[in-house]
Nanobody, 117 residues
Framework: VQLQASGGGLVQAGGSLRLSCAAS???????????MGWYRQAPGKQRELVAD???????NYADSVKGRFTISRDNAKKMVYLQMNSLAPEDTAAYYC?????????WGQGTLVTVSS
């Protein structure tokens, strides 16, 4: 599996960004049965879960992003998205896409989000 994240950039506080993660070298049945997640890692900090979404569409969010971020998936396109609204400087980090299925995981490269105050 290959995961390609995109959509990061520089945005002012209060702005929005939409991250995308495209899965390749996998088939629909595998992607659709996997849990997909977004994680982030700020400089000097540990990587943390931002949000994930199960194969059944159940979502889970870090407290710090609840109400501001929305994770979604399009199984037919093998894509997962993270809509980020009301961005704050503390959201500045490299954001990573993760795929987990039956105990196996794959990570994409990070896409950098920088929020200026």
């Amino acid at each position: 599996v290959q995961l390609q994240a995109s959509g990061g950039g520089l945005v002012q506080a209060g702005g929005s960004l939409r991250l995308s993660c495209a899965a390749s070298r996998t088939i629909f049945s595998i992607f659709s049965s996997a849990t997909m997640g977004w994680y982030r890692q700020a400089p000097g900090k540990q990587r943390e879960l931002v949000a994930d979404i199960t194969s059944g569409g159940n979502t889970n969010y870090a407290d710090s992003v609840k109400g501001r971020f929305t994770i979604s998936r399009d199984n037919a396109k093998k894509m997962v998205y993270l809509q980020m609204n009301s961005l704050a400087p503390e959201d500045t980090a490299a954001y990573y896409c993760r795929m987990e299925r039956l105990g196996y995981e794959s990570w994409g490269q990070g896409t950098l989000v920088t929020v200026s105050s």
